[in-house]
């Protein structure tokens, strides 16, 4: 059950239950308080006729002498001494009745008590009125602040959820405002703090590694340089080797902090989708590894940078060929290409938190620093394509680029 529901229905409850005890306390206290007032009259008018019967006879004040319908429980209460006083219940309404004991004789008077109880049926009525209306308005204004509560809250979890997904920029204050001070202003307030710490921290983190990657830039080109001097044999080719993955690796994070800083611009042009793709396998030949199978069922004509659009192929492909299984199948659908490998596919921490630097998810060490797919994942960002991970129903990673197409689709 949603919260402004719970808070509605707990406000309304709440009403409806005070609004019933005040009227039953208001009832009870009104009713006690006529019958008291009505047997106080009763009481002195019998007294009065008592005293004028003694001091003149007769029957003055509409006394009554041995009235046999005067109710048994007050003969017997007034020839026990004392002067009493009885409400009777009688099918032409409710009677008062008062008796006492004159010389041997019952004295009784009577009344009506049928105007005090249309009364008290009146004021019944006005407190279920009343009630209704303090209910219904309660509900309402209840309502009205469970729904802004709501809200405002649900706000702030969208917000939450984005800076969860990497837009550490997005604050709670733009989308709830500044002018509550209540425990959910605070709650903005303590997510906004946490985004920035978080903001400033991943801030610091990119700009040293990207001042790192600066730093080793010229001593690694040297490197590469001097490598090409060296004589001809093993230890020659094992050292380009290494070389030339630290080169890659220098170059990968210098690309990493562009996109990190927002510096890339695209270069769009019209290509045909499949053109791309076939350059992105060619360039992530492997010797010794059978090429990736591409099929094209429908070809498109994006407006696209087609290099972004290779560097991201090319980064799946050797992805899916590192990490993955053959056969690595390319297709190119439309505006979309998918990727996939016949290997243990993407792992679950990858799918569920996304790229991450220097983090490849798989156990074995030194297959790959984790680049890859985050370069990917930036570069699809920059295009405004779609970049999705997955894993095959049967098996296998599945990563689909989604390219919206600027022209009409043809077929291959």
Known sequence: MRLWVRLSAAIAGTAAFGALTL??????????????????????????????????????????????????????????????????????????????????????????????????????????????????????????????????????????????????????????????????????????????????????????????????????????????????????????????????????????????AGAESVEAEEVLLSEVARGAVAESGDDGEPAPALTVERDALVSTDPRRVRRILTNLLVNARRHGAPPVEVRVVGATVEVRDHGPGFPEELLELGPQRFRTGARERGRGHGLGLTIASGQAAVLGARLTLGNAPDGGGLAVLDLQPRAAERSP
Not at 94 to 103: E, K, M, Q, R, S
Not at 166 to 188: C, P, Q, Y
Not at 192 to 205: G, I, K, S, V, Y
């Open 23 to 260: 009227g039953y306390a208001v009832h009870e206290a009104t009713e006690q308080n006529r019958l008291a007032n009505g047997r106080q009259l009763i009481d002195q008018r019998l007294q009065l006729a008592a005293e004028a019967y003694v001091e003149q006879g007769g029957t003055p004040f509409g006394v009554t002498v041995e009235d046999p319908g005067v109710p048994r429980e007050l003969v017997e209460s007034a020839r026990s001494g004392h002067r009493a006083t009885y409400l009777q219940e009688t099918d032409d309404g409710p009677l008062l009745w008062a008796a006492t004991v004159v010389d041997g004789e019952l004295l009784s008077v009577r009344s009506s008590y049928q105007a005090e109880r249309d009364a008290l049926r009146e004021l019944d009525q006005t407190l279920v009125l009343a009630g209704v209306i303090t209910v219904g308005g309660a509900s309402l204004l209840g309502v009205l602040l469970a729904v802004g509560m709501s809200r405002r809250l649900g706000a702030a979890a969208r917000t939450a959820r984005r800076i969860a997904a990497g837009e550490l920029d997005a604050r709670v204050r733009d989308t709830i405002g500044t002018r509550g001070r209540d425990e959910v202003a605070e709650l903005g307030n303590a997510i906004d703090a946490m985004a920035a710490a978080l903001h400033d921290r991943l801030e610091a983190e990119r700009r040293v590694t990207a001042d790192i990657a600066h730093e080793l830039r010229t001593p690694v080109t040297g490197l590469v340089t001097a490598a090409e001097l060296l004589p001809p044999g093993r230890p020659t080719e094992l050292v380009r080797d290494r070389v030339t993955v630290m080169r890659r690796l220098v170059e990968d994070v210098l690309e990493v902090a562009r996109l990190d």
